[in-house]
C-alpha cells in the first residue's frame, strides 16, 4: 500500500488491518487445504477390526492429522470410532497409543468450537489410572492450549484442577502442571471462584514449602504472585501466602521472587493486613522454633516500610512496627540469623532517607538494639552482628549530637556502657561527656559520680588513651564543683596513682594533682598526701617513655611553690622547694641525661629566682618584668634551726633554709652538659649573688665557685662549644662581677681567681663593658688582690681599640682607681705611661661626644696631678706628643673646622697645666702682695667672657662698711688720714692675717656688723654672708684667668692643692671678693667720678639703677644656666650672644654714684650692705681696657653668682 492510500484509508479500516480483520488481510498462518479422511480409512478404525490393525490406522492418521486440515466433524467421527480403545481391557500400551493420538489431535487441528474438546475433558475426567497421569496432563495442555482456553468446560476445569492438583503434585509432576495453572488464573481468572483460588493457593503454599526442588518453588511463586497480581487474593490467604513468602524469602534462590511476590501483595488493598500478619507472625512465641519464618517476616517489614525499594502506599510508623521487631529477636533469642535480619532492618530505619521517629520510636529501637548488644559472641555469625550492632549504636550517638535524637539519652547511654569494653574511642568520648553533664547537675555528688567514672574508664582494658586523658581533663576543668579536701579524698588518692599508668595518662594525672594542689582550701594533711605522690614521681627513675610525668611533676611543684611564696600556705612552699632542690641534685649527681634538659631548664630558672627583702622575707623575682614579690610568712634561715627574720613573729611564719638549693645549683654548674641549661644558669647567677641575703644564709662556697669560673674561662673549648649557640663565655663574667661584693667571705685565693676571670673577659667583646665596671669595682674592694694584677690589667687595658662602646667604662675604671692611692703609689714611669696611653685616645672630640672627652682630659689632668713630680718631665713630652698626633693634617681637612678649634683649644687647656704642673705641685702665677689683698679686700668683681676662649675677671677696691665720716666708714677713714709717720710693716702685716688668727676683739666686732647687716634686711632679700661666713678658695681664681673653661678651673682648683695652711690663709685673704649673688649695681648715672652717699640717708631706703644696665645681668644670668652643654657650644654661644644696641653707652655715662632716691623694682636678692658699697665700678675699668671691641666683636659679661660658682663649687 502506498503512502497516499495509506493517508486515504479510513480509522475503522486501519484499526480491522490491525487485527486482520480487514478485506486485504491476508492470515498470519497459511490457512491449510482441509482433508476428507475416505471411508475406508475409517471402516479400518472401526471396532469390527483387530486391534493391531486398527492401532496401524490411527499411527497413519498421527501423520496426517500433523500436516494437514481435516474437515469439519472428522474429529468427532475420530474420536467416536476410536474411544472404545480406552478400555482398561485393551491394554496400557493401546490405551497410550489412542492417548496420544488425541494429545495430536488436540494440539494440531485446533478448534475451540469443536465439540471433540468437550468429549476430550470428560474422557481425562474418566481416566483414573495413575499409570495414565502423564497422558492426561499432556491431554489437559493440549485441550486447554496450557491453560490458556477453556471453551465448552470453563465451569467444571476449576474444581477439576484444584481436585486433581495435589495428585499431579505428588507425582512430581508439579512441573507440567504449575505452567498450565498459571496460565488458566491470567487467561481465565473470570472463570474460577474463591475455592478454587484458595486451593491453588493453598497447594502452590505447601509445595513451595515441602519440595526440595528449586524450579517447583518458582513455579510455586509464580502461581501465587499470578493469583496476587490478578487481584484474586483474599484475607483468608494471607495466612497461607505470607508465611510461605517469608519462608522462601530467605533463601537466595527465591529471594527476588518472594519479594516481587510480597511486594505485589503489600501493593494490594491488603498491604497494611499484611504488615499486620507480619508484626504477628513476629510476636507468635509458637514460632520460636521457625527461624527461617522469622528471618523473612523481618526481613519483609524493614523491606517495605524503610528500604530503598519500600512500598510507598504503606503508612505505617516506625512505631508501631519496632515492637514486634522486638519480640522477634526476642523469640528467636537462638538464632543469630533472626537479629540479623533485624539489624538489616535498623540499618534502613537509620540510613540516610529514613523517616523521622519520636520519642516512643527511639525507645523501642534503643530496646531493640539492647537486644542486638546482648547477643553472644560465640555463636555462628556473632562476630558480624556485633558489628552491625556496634554501628547501629554509633549511629544513635551521632544523632544524639545531630539534635534529632528524641529518646531517652541516659537510656542510650546506658547501652554505650555495656558495651564500653567494644565501643570505639569516639563513643566512650561522649559516654564521659554525658556522664559529666550528668554529674554536674547534683553537685553534691558530683566527687562521688566522678570516682565511679576514673574506676571504670581509668583501667587501659576500659578504654583508650585518648577515653582517659579527656577524662583527666575533665575532672581538672571541674575540679571547682566540691571542695579540695573532698576531691583529694573520694577521687584522687584512691583513683589517681601516677606511678601505675600509661605515660600520656600519668603526666595528665601529675598536672592534676598539681591543680588542686593550688587550692586554698586544702587541707596539710592531704597537701602532704599529694605532694608525696609527687615525690614518688621525682624519686623513681627515669626512662624515655616516662619524661612527661617528670617534666608535668617539675613544673607543677615549681608553679606550686611561686604560688604559696606568693600568697598560700608557708609549709607547701618549703616542702615543694625541697622536692625541687633534691631532685635536682639527685640528676647532676648521677648524671645529667640529655633527654632531661627540659627539667632541670624549669629547675633552675625556678631556684635562681629566689630572692629575699630586707626583713630577710623570701621572695621570688619575675624574669619578664624584674619585679621582685616577698611572702609575708615565709623567710630564710641564716644557719640551720636560726631564723634571720623578726624574733617576734607570728606562729604562721616558716623558715627555708637556702643551703639546700643553692647546693643543687652549683652542682647542677659543675657537672652540666646541656648548653641551654649552662646558660640558663649563668643568666640568672647574676641576680641571685646580688642578693646578698641569698648567699650568706644558703651558704654558698664562693670559692667553688671562682674555682669553677677560672677553670671555665681560661679556655675550656669543649664547655664552650656547648654554650657557644646560647650567649657563649660572655656569661661567665656577669657571675664574675656579681661575686666582686663578697669581700669578707672570701678566703685569700678567690679574690685573684676572680680578678684573672675578669681580666680573661676583657678578651671578650660582649663582655668588655661590664668586666671594666666589675674591676673599678674591685679596685675599691679588694685592694690587695688588685695591686698585685694591676699592672699587667694595665698592660691589657692598653690593648683594647677605643670605642664608644668601651670608653665610659675605661674611663670610670681609671676615675676609681685614683682613688686608691696604695694600688699607684709604687707605679713606675711605664705603668703611668700605660694609664695616659688608656686615657688619651678618648681625648678626641671626633671620635667621641662631649662626656667622654670631658672626662678624659679631666682623667688626664687628675693622673698627670697624681703622678710623681720627678715622672711628669718624662710623661709631660708623651701626652703632648700623643694629643697632638690626633690633629694631624689629613684628618684636619676632613674634620669640620668648629671641631678642629675646639680640639685646639682643649689641647692648648691642657698644654697650660702641663707646663704649669710640670716642675711642681702648683702653677707659677705670683699671689696678690698683702697690700692687694688689703685693699681688694672688700672689693666688687667682674667678669666677661671675650671672644675667642678668654675670661677676664676685673677687681676694685671698695668698702661694705656703713658710711659715718664723710661718706666713709669708722675703719676707711682712718686709713684715709695722712699719716704722720709710715705705717709699719707689722701693722700692715696684721690686717694680712686670717681670719682664724685676729684678735678676739675684731672677730666680736665683725659679728656684730653681720648681725647689723641682718636686722637691716628686708623680709624678701636674703642676709649677706659676712667673711666668717664664706670659705673661698684663693687657688681657683688665679687658675680661673688663665684657664676659662670652669669646669677644667673647677679640676685645677681641686687637685692642684697646696699645704692646708696656705690654703686656709688664702681663703681668709679672698673672703671679702666674692660677689654677693645677684648683685645689683646701686649706683646712679653721672659724669663724674663716684661719689659717696650721704650720711643721713635712712637705713631703709634703697637706691635706682641703671635701667640700660639692669637688662644685661639678666640676659646673662639666662645665658649662663646653659652652661650643662658642651664646652663647645658654650663658648660659640657666648661669643656669638646678641645684646641690645641700647646697652652700648659712651664710657663717660658709666661712672655710678650713690642715689638716696627709693629703687622699688630692684632685685629681691640685693643685699642689705650693698647698698651701701661704694667704690670704683668694674664695669667702668673694662670699657677703659677694651674700649677697641666693636659691634662685631661683642664681650659676654658673666653674672657674679655663677663666675664665682665655677671659681669655687660647694
Same mark, same amino acid.
Given at each position: 500500500?502506498?503512502?497516499?492510500?495509506?493517508?486515504?484509508?479510513?480509522?475503522?479500516?486501519?484499526?480491522?488491518?490491525?487485527?486482520?480483520?480487514?478485506?486485504?488481510?491476508?492470515?498470519?498462518?497459511?490457512?491449510?487445504?482441509?482433508?476428507?479422511?475416505?471411508?475406508?480409512?475409517?471402516?479400518?478404525?472401526?471396532?469390527?477390526?483387530?486391534?493391531?490393525?486398527?492401532?496401524?490406522?490411527?499411527?497413519?492418521?498421527?501423520?496426517?492429522?500433523?500436516?494437514?486440515?481435516?474437515?469439519?466433524?472428522?474429529?468427532?467421527?475420530?474420536?467416536?470410532?476410536?474411544?472404545?480403545?480406552?478400555?482398561?481391557?485393551?491394554?496400557?500400551?493401546?490405551?497410550?497409543?489412542?492417548?496420544?493420538?488425541?494429545?495430536?489431535?488436540?494440539?494440531?487441528?485446533?478448534?475451540?468450537?469443536?465439540?471433540?474438546?468437550?468429549?476430550?475433558?470428560?474422557?481425562?475426567?474418566?481416566?483414573?489410572?495413575?499409570?495414565?497421569?502423564?497422558?492426561?496432563?499432556?491431554?489437559?495442555?493440549?485441550?486447554?492450549?496450557?491453560?490458556?482456553?477453556?471453551?465448552?468446560?470453563?465451569?467444571?476445569?476449576?474444581?477439576?484442577?484444584?481436585?486433581?492438583?495435589?495428585?499431579?503434585?505428588?507425582?512430581?509432576?508439579?512441573?507440567?502442571?504449575?505452567?498450565?495453572?498459571?496460565?488458566?488464573?491470567?487467561?481465565?481468572?473470570?472463570?474460577?471462584?474463591?475455592?478454587?483460588?484458595?486451593? +491453588?493457593?493453598?497447594?502452590?503454599?505447601?509445595?513451595?514449602?515441602?519440595?526440595?526442588?528449586?524450579?517447583?518453588?518458582?513455579?510455586?511463586?509464580?502461581?501465587?504472585?499470578?493469583?496476587?497480581?490478578?487481584?484474586?487474593?483474599?484475607?483468608?490467604?494471607?495466612?497461607?501466602?505470607?508465611?510461605?513468602? @517469608?519462608?522462601?524469602?530467605?533463601?537466595?534462590?527465591?529471594?527476588?521472587?518472594?519479594?516481587?511476590?510480597?511486594?505485589?501483595?503489600?501493593?494490594?488493598?491488603?498491604?497494611?493486613?499484611?504488615?499486620?500478619?507480619?508484626?504477628?507472625?513476629?510476636?507468635?512465641?509458637?514460632?520460636?522454633?521457625?527461624?527461617?519464618?522469622?528471618?523473612?517476616?523481618?526481613? +519483609?517489614?524493614?523491606?517495605?516500610?524503610?528500604?530503598?525499594?519500600?512500598?510507598?502506599?504503606?503508612?505505617?510508623?516506625?512505631?508501631?512496627?519496632?515492637?514486634?521487631?522486638?519480640?522477634?529477636?526476642?523469640?528467636?533469642?537462638?538464632?543469630?540469623?533472626?537479629?540479623?535480619?533485624?539489624?538489616?532492618?535498623?540499618?534502613?530505619?537509620?540510613?540516610?532517607?529514613?523517616?523521622?521517629?519520636?520519642?516512643?520510636?527511639?525507645?523501642?529501637?534503643?530496646?531493640?538494639?539492647?537486644?542486638?548488644?546482648?547477643?553472644?559472641?560465640?555463636?555462628?555469625?556473632?562476630?558480624?552482628?556485633?558489628?552491625?550492632?556496634?554501628?547501629?549504636?554509633?549511629?544513635?550517638?551521632?544523632?544524639?549530637?545531630?539534635?534529632?535524637?528524641?529518646?531517652?539519652?541516659?537510656?542510650?547511654?546506658?547501652?554505650?556502657?555495656?558495651?564500653?569494653?567494644?565501643?570505639?574511642?569516639?563513643?566512650?568520648?561522649?559516654?564521659?561527656?554525658?556522664?559529666?553533664?550528668?554529674?554536674?547537675?547534683?553537685?553534691?555528688?558530683?566527687?562521688?559520680?566522678?570516682?565511679?567514672?576514673?574506676?571504670?574508664?581509668?583501667?587501659?582494658?576500659?578504654?583508650?588513651? #585518648?577515653?582517659?586523658?579527656?577524662?583527666?581533663?575533665?575532672?581538672?576543668?571541674?575540679?571547682?564543683?566540691?571542695?579540695?579536701?573532698?576531691?583529694?579524698?573520694?577521687?584522687?588518692?584512691?583513683?589517681?596513682?601516677?606511678?601505675?599508668?600509661?605515660?600520656?595518662?600519668?603526666?595528665?594525672?601529675?598536672?592534676?594533682?598539681?591543680?588542686?594542689?593550688?587550692?586554698?582550701?586544702?587541707?596539710?594533711?592531704?597537701?602532704?598526701?599529694?605532694?608525696?605522690?609527687?615525690?614518688?614521681?621525682?624519686?623513681?627513675?627515669?626512662?624515655?617513655?616516662?619524661?612527661?610525668?617528670?617534666?608535668?611533676?617539675?613544673?607543677?611543684?615549681?608553679?606550686?611553690?611561686?604560688?604559696?611564696?606568693?600568697?598560700?600556705?608557708?609549709?607547701?612552699?618549703?616542702?615543694?622547694?625541697?622536692?625541687?632542690?633534691?631532685?635536682?641534685?639527685?640528676?647532676?649527681?648521677?648524671?645529667?641525661?640529655?633527654?632531661?634538659?627540659?627539667?632541670?631548664?624549669?629547675?633552675?630558672?625556678?631556684?635562681?629566682?629566689?630572692?629575699?627583702?630586707?626583713?630577710?622575707?623570701?621572695?621570688?623575682?619575675?624574669?619578664?618584668?624584674?619585679?621582685?614579690? +616577698?611572702?609575708?610568712?615565709?623567710?630564710?634561715?641564716?644557719?640551720?634551726?636560726?631564723?634571720?627574720?623578726?624574733?617576734?613573729?607570728?606562729?604562721?611564719?616558716?623558715?627555708?633554709?637556702?643551703?639546700?638549693?643553692?647546693?643543687?645549683?652549683?652542682?647542677?654548674?659543675?657537672?652540666?652538659?646541656?648548653?641551654?641549661?649552662?646558660?640558663?644558669?649563668?643568666?640568672?647567677?647574676?641576680?641571685?649573688?646580688?642578693?646578698?641575703?641569698?648567699?650568706? @644564709?644558703?651558704?654558698?662556697?664562693?670559692?667553688?665557685?671562682?674555682?669553677?669560673?677560672?677553670?671555665?674561662?681560661?679556655?675550656?673549648?669543649?664547655?664552650?662549644?656547648?654554650?657557644?649557640?646560647?650567649?657563649?663565655? #660572655?656569661?661567665?663574667?656577669?657571675?664574675?662581677?656579681?661575686?666582686?661584693?663578697?669581700?669578707?667571705?672570701?678566703?685569700?685565693?678567690?679574690?685573684?681567681?676572680?680578678?684573672?676571670?675578669?681580666?680573661?673577659?676583657?678578651?671578650?667583646?660582649? #663582655?668588655?663593658?661590664? @668586666?671594666?665596671?666589675?674591676?673599678?669595682?674591685?679596685?675599691?674592694?679588694?685592694?690587695?688582690?688588685?695591686?698585685?694584677?694591676?699592672?699587667?690589667?694595665?698592660?691589657?687595658?692598653?690593648?683594647?681599640?677605643?670605642?664608644?662602646?668601651?670608653?665610659?667604662?675605661?674611663?670610670?675604671?681609671?676615675?676609681?682607681?685614683?682613688?686608691?692611692?696604695?694600688?699607684?703609689?709604687?707605679?713606675?714611669?711605664?705603668?703611668?705611661?700605660?694609664?695616659?696611653?688608656?686615657?688619651?685616645?678618648?681625648?678626641?672630640?671626633?671620635?667621641?661626644?662631649?662626656?667622654?672627652?670631658?672626662?678624659?682630659?679631666?682623667?688626664?689632668?687628675?693622673?698627670?696631678?697624681?703622678?710623681?713630680?720627678?715622672?711628669?718631665?718624662?710623661?709631660?713630652?708623651?701626652?703632648?706628643?700623643?694629643?697632638?698626633?690626633?690633629?694631624?693634617?689629613?684628618?684636619?681637612?676632613?674634620?669640620?673646622?668648629?671641631?678642629?678649634?675646639?680640639?685646639?683649644?682643649?689641647?692648648?687647656?691642657?698644654?697650660?697645666?702641663?707646663?704649669?704642673?710640670?716642675?711642681?705641685?702648683?702653677?707659677?702665677?705670683?699671689?696678690?702682695?698683702?697690700?692687694?689683698?688689703?685693699?681688694?679686700?672688700?672689693?666688687?668683681?667682674?667678669?666677661?667672657?671675650?671672644?675667642?676662649?678668654?675670661?677676664?675677671?676685673?677687681?676694685?677696691?671698695?668698702?661694705?662698711?656703713?658710711?659715718?665720716?664723710?661718706?666713709?666708714?669708722?675703719?676707711?677713714?682712718?686709713?684715709?688720714?695722712?699719716?704722720?709717720?709710715?705705717?709699719?710693716?707689722?701693722?700692715?702685716?696684721?690686717?694680712?692675717?686670717?681670719?682664724?688668727?685676729?684678735?678676739?676683739?675684731?672677730?666680736?666686732?665683725?659679728?656684730?656688723?653681720?648681725?647689723?647687716?641682718?636686722?637691716?634686711?628686708?623680709?624678701?632679700?636674703?642676709?649677706?654672708?659676712?667673711?666668717?661666713?664664706?670659705?673661698?678658695?684663693?687657688?681657683?681664681?688665679?687658675?680661673?684667668?688663665?684657664?676659662?673653661?670652669?669646669?677644667?678651673?673647677?679640676?685645677?682648683?681641686?687637685?692642684?692643692?697646696?699645704?692646708?695652711?696656705?690654703?686656709?690663709?688664702?681663703?681668709?685673704?679672698?673672703?671679702?671678693?666674692?660677689?654677693?649673688?645677684?648683685?645689683?649695681?646701686?649706683?646712679?648715672?653721672?659724669?663724674?667720678?663716684?661719689?659717696?652717699?650721704?650720711?643721713?640717708?635712712?637705713?631703709?631706703?634703697?637706691?635706682?639703677?641703671?635701667?640700660?644696665?639692669?637688662?644685661?645681668?639678666?640676659?646673662?644670668?639666662?645665658?649662663?644656666?646653659?652652661?650643662?652643654?658642651?664646652?663647645?657650644?658654650?663658648?660659640?654661644?657666648?661669643?656669638?650672644?646678641?645684646?641690645?644696641?641700647?646697652?652700648?653707652?659712651?664710657?663717660?655715662?658709666?661712672?655710678?654714684?650713690?642715689?638716696?632716691?627709693?629703687?622699688?623694682?630692684?632685685?629681691?636678692?640685693?643685699?642689705?650692705?650693698?647698698?651701701?658699697?661704694?667704690?670704683?665700678?668694674?664695669?667702668?675699668?673694662?670699657?677703659?681696657?677694651?674700649?677697641?671691641?666693636?659691634?662685631?666683636?661683642?664681650?659676654?659679661?658673666?653674672?657674679?653668682?655663677?663666675?664665682?660658682?665655677?671659681?669655687?663649687?660647694?
Amino acid at each position: 500500500m502506498s503512502k497516499n492510500a495509506k493517508d486515504k484509508e479510513k480509522p475503522l479500516e486501519r484499526i480491522k488491518s490491525l487485527f486482520g480483520l480487514g478485506k486485504a488481510s491476508s492470515p498470519a498462518v497459511p490457512r491449510l487445504e482441509e482433508h476428507a479422511i475416505d471411508l475406508e480409512t475409517l471402516k479400518e478404525l472401526g471396532s469390527d477390526n483387530p486391534v493391531a490393525q486398527r492401532l496401524k490406522v490411527i499411527k497413519e492418521l498421527t501423520e496426517v492429522v500433523r500436516t494437514r486440515r481435516l474437515a469439519q466433524g472428522s474429529g468427532e467421527t475420530l474420536y467416536s470410532l476410536t474411544c472404545d480403545l480406552l478400555n482398561p481391557a485393551h491394554g496400557t500400551e493401546t490405551r497410550h497409543a489412542v492417548l496420544n493420538f488425541y494429545c495430536t489431535l488436540l494440539r494440531f487441528q485446533r478448534d475451540p468450537g469443536d465439540i471433540t474438546r468437550a468429549h476430550c475433558f470428560n474422557l481425562v475426567l474418566g481416566l483414573g489410572l495413575p499409570e495414565d497421569l502423564p497422558l492426561r496432563l499432556e491431554l489437559v495442555r493440549a485441550l486447554t492450549d496450557n491453560g490458556k482456553c477453556l471453551n465448552l468446560f470453563e465451569e467444571q476445569a476449576g474444581a477439576f484442577l484444584v481436585k486433581w492438583m495435589p495428585e499431579v503434585l505428588s507425582a512430581g509432576r508439579a512441573q507440567d502442571l504449575l505452567p498450565l495453572l498459571v496460565n488458566v488464573v491470567r487467561f481465565n481468572a473470570a472463570f474460577l471462584d474463591r475455592s478454587t483460588i484458595m486451593g +491453588f493457593v493453598q497447594n502452590a503454599c505447601i509445595l513451595c514449602c515441602r519440595t526440595n526442588s528449586e524450579l517447583d518453588v518458582k513455579l510455586g511463586l509464580e502461581l501465587l504472585d499470578s493469583v496476587v497480581g490478578y487481584g484474586l487474593v483474599s484475607a483468608e490467604l494471607l495466612g497461607h501466602v505470607v508465611p510461605t513468602a @517469608c519462608r522462601t524469602v530467605v533463601v537466595a534462590p527465591f529471594s527476588e521472587l518472594s519479594w516481587r511476590l510480597m511486594r505485589n501483595l503489600l501493593g494490594t488493598h491488603l498491604g497494611h493486613r499484611t504488615i499486620g500478619c507480619l508484626c504477628r507472625v513476629l510476636e507468635d512465641r509458637t514460632n520460636a522454633c521457625d527461624p527461617t519464618l522469622l528471618k523473612g517476616a523481618m526481613f +519483609f517489614v524493614g523491606a517495605a516500610l524503610w528500604s530503598p525499594r519500600a512500598v510507598g502506599s504503606l503508612q505505617y510508623r516506625a512505631a508501631g512496627v519496632l515492637p514486634s521487631l522486638g519480640r522477634g529477636v526476642a523469640n528467636g533469642s537462638a538464632y543469630p540469623s533472626v537479629a540479623y535480619e533485624a539489624a538489616v532492618c535498623l540499618q534502613w530505619l537509620l540510613g540516610p532517607d529514613g523517616p523521622p521517629l519520636g520519642p516512643v520510636a527511639w525507645d523501642a529501637l534503643l530496646d531493640l538494639l539492647g537486644s542486638l548488644l546482648t547477643f553472644p559472641q560465640g555463636q555462628p555469625g556473632g562476630r558480624q552482628l556485633q558489628q552491625m550492632a556496634h554501628e547501629l549504636l554509633t549511629r544513635v550517638e551521632v544523632s544524639h549530637d545531630q539534635g534529632t535524637f528524641q529518646g531517652d539519652a541516659t537510656r542510650l547511654f546506658e547501652l554505650v556502657d555495656q558495651a564500653a569494653p567494644l565501643r570505639p574511642e569516639a563513643s566512650l568520648l561522649r559516654l564521659v561527656e554525658f556522664r559529666a553533664r550528668q554529674a554536674e547537675l547534683c553537685p553534691l555528688h558530683w566527687a562521688s559520680q566522678m570516682a565511679e567514672l576514673l574506676e571504670r574508664f581509668l583501667e587501659p582494658e576500659m578504654g583508650t588513651l #585518648a577515653v582517659r586523658l579527656y577524662l583527666l581533663d575533665l575532672l581538672a576543668s571541674h575540679r571547682h564543683l566540691c571542695q579540695a579536701d573532698e576531691l583529694a579524698e573520694q577521687v584522687l588518692l584512691p583513683h589517681v596513682s601516677p606511678l601505675e599508668m600509661e605515660p600520656a595518662v600519668a603526666a595528665r594525672a601529675v598536672r592534676l594533682l598539681s591543680d588542686v594542689l593550688l587550692r586554698d582550701d586544702l587541707s596539710a594533711q592531704h597537701t602532704t598526701d599529694l605532694l608525696d605522690r609527687l615525690g614518688k614521681v621525682l624519686a623513681r627513675g627515669w626512662q624515655a617513655d616516662e619524661l612527661l610525668a617528670l617534666e608535668a611533676a617539675v613544673e607543677g611543684l615549681c608553679r606550686l611553690f611561686q604560688a604559696h611564696v606568693h600568697d598560700g600556705q608557708p609549709s607547701t612552699a618549703v616542702a615543694a622547694l625541697q622536692l625541687l632542690a633534691q631532685h635536682l641534685s639527685k640528676q647532676c649527681k648521677e648524671g645529667p641525661p640529655p633527654e632531661l634538659a627540659p627539667v632541670r631548664l624549669r629547675l633552675v630558672q625556678t631556684l635562681v629566682a629566689l630572692r629575699t627583702s630586707p626583713l630577710y622575707q623570701v621572695g621570688l623575682c619575675d624574669p619578664a618584668t624584674g619585679r621582685v614579690t +616577698f611572702s609575708g610568712q615565709l623567710t630564710c634561715t641564716f644557719r640551720e634551726g636560726s631564723p634571720c627574720g623578726n624574733a617576734g613573729s607570728t606562729a604562721a611564719t616558716q623558715q627555708l633554709c637556702f643551703r639546700e638549693p643553692l647546693e643543687a645549683l652549683l652542682c647542677c654548674l659543675r657537672e652540666e652538659t646541656d648548653g641551654a641549661v649552662l646558660s640558663a644558669l649563668l643568666r640568672g647567677l647574676p641576680g641571685l649573688l646580688r642578693d646578698r641575703a641569698v648567699v650568706l @644564709c644558703g651558704q654558698l662556697s664562693l670559692r667553688r665557685l671562682s674555682s669553677w669560673l677560672i677553670s671555665h674561662a681560661a679556655g675550656d673549648r669543649k664547655w664552650l662549644d656547648k654554650v657557644r649557640n646560647h650567649g657563649g663565655e #660572655a656569661l661567665l663574667y656577669p657571675v664574675a662581677s656579681a661575686l666582686v661584693l663578697y669581700r669578707s667571705e672570701r678566703d685569700a685565693q678567690s679574690p685573684r681567681w676572680l680578678l684573672q676571670v675578669l681580666e680573661l673577659g676583657l678578651m671578650c667583646k660582649p #663582655a668588655v663593658a661590664l @668586666c671594666l665596671r666589675a674591676l673599678a669595682l674591685a679596685a675599691l674592694e679588694l685592694h690587695l688582690a688588685m695591686a698585685k694584677l694591676l699592672p699587667g690589667l694595665l698592660q691589657r687595658l692598653a690593648q683594647l681599640s677605643p670605642t664608644m662602646a668601651i670608653a665610659l667604662p675605661v674611663l670610670e675604671f681609671l676615675a676609681c682607681l685614683i682613688r686608691v692611692p696604695q694600688l699607684y703609689a709604687s707605679f713606675t714611669p711605664d705603668e703611668y705611661r700605660r694609664v695616659f696611653a688608656i686615657a688619651l685616645p678618648y681625648t678626641n672630640p671626633a671620635r667621641f661626644n662631649d662626656v667622654v672627652v670631658a672626662l678624659a682630659h679631666h682623667l688626664v689632668a687628675l693622673w698627670f696631678l697624681k703622678c710623681r713630680v720627678a715622672f711628669r718631665k718624662d710623661l709631660a713630652p708623651f701626652i703632648m706628643k700623643t694629643l697632638r698626633s690626633q690633629l694631624e693634617p689629613a684628618e684636619e681637612e676632613r674634620r669640620d673646622a668648629s671641631m678642629v678649634r675646639l680640639q685646639e683649644e682643649l689641647l692648648a687647656t691642657l698644654g697650660d697645666l702641663v707646663a704649669q704642673c710640670s716642675f711642681g705641685s702648683c702653677g707659677s702665677q705670683p699671689r696678690r702682695s698683702g697690700a692687694a689683698l688689703f685693699l681688694l679686700e672688700q672689693g666688687r668683681a667682674q667678669s666677661w667672657l671675650l671672644p675667642g676662649h678668654r675670661l677676664v675677671t676685673i677687681t676694685t677696691s671698695g668698702c661694705a662698711g656703713r658710711p659715718a665720716r664723710l661718706g666713709l666708714c669708722d675703719r676707711c677713714a682712718l686709713f684715709c688720714q695722712e699719716p704722720v709717720a709710715p705705717v709699719p710693716r707689722e701693722e700692715l702685716a696684721m690686717h694680712q692675717e686670717p681670719p682664724q688668727q685676729q684678735p678676739q676683739q675684731q672677730q666680736q666686732q665683725r659679728r656684730r656688723h653681720q648681725s647689723e647687716a641682718m636686722g637691716r634686711t628686708s623680709g624678701q632679700r636674703h642676709p649677706p654672708a659676712t667673711q666668717d661666713d664664706l670659705s673661698l678658695a684663693r687657688r681657683g681664681w688665679d687658675l680661673l684667668q688663665d684657664f676659662p673653661l670652669p669646669d677644667v678651673a673647677a679640676i685645677f682648683r681641686c687637685h692642684n692643692l697646696v699645704d692646708a695652711q696656705d690654703e686656709a690663709a688664702s681663703r681668709g685673704a679672698n673672703t671679702g671678693e666674692r660677689p654677693s649673688l645677684g648683685e645689683r649695681s646701686p649706683l646712679r648715672r653721672t659724669n663724674s667720678s663716684p661719689e659717696v652717699p650721704a650720711q643721713d640717708l635712712p637705713r631703709c631706703d634703697r637706691y635706682d639703677s641703671i635701667p640700660e644696665e639692669s637688662q644685661l645681668p639678666r640676659q646673662a644670668a639666662a645665658a649662663w644656666d646653659s652652661r650643662g652643654q658642651s664646652a663647645r657650644r658654650s663658648l660659640e654661644g657666648w661669643s656669638h650672644a646678641e645684646v641690645p644696641a641700647s646697652s652700648y653707652r659712651d664710657r663717660g655715662h658709666t661712672v655710678s654714684g650713690v642715689s638716696p632716691a627709693s629703687d622699688s623694682g630692684s632685685m629681691a636678692t640685693t643685699s642689705y650692705v650693698d647698698l651701701y658699697r661704694s667704690g670704683m665700678n668694674p664695669r667702668f675699668v673694662f670699657l677703659h681696657l677694651f674700649r677697641s671691641l666693636g659691634q662685631s666683636e661683642r664681650a659676654l659679661p658673666l653674672p657674679e653668682s655663677d663666675v664665682w660658682c665655677s671659681m669655687w663649687p660647694p
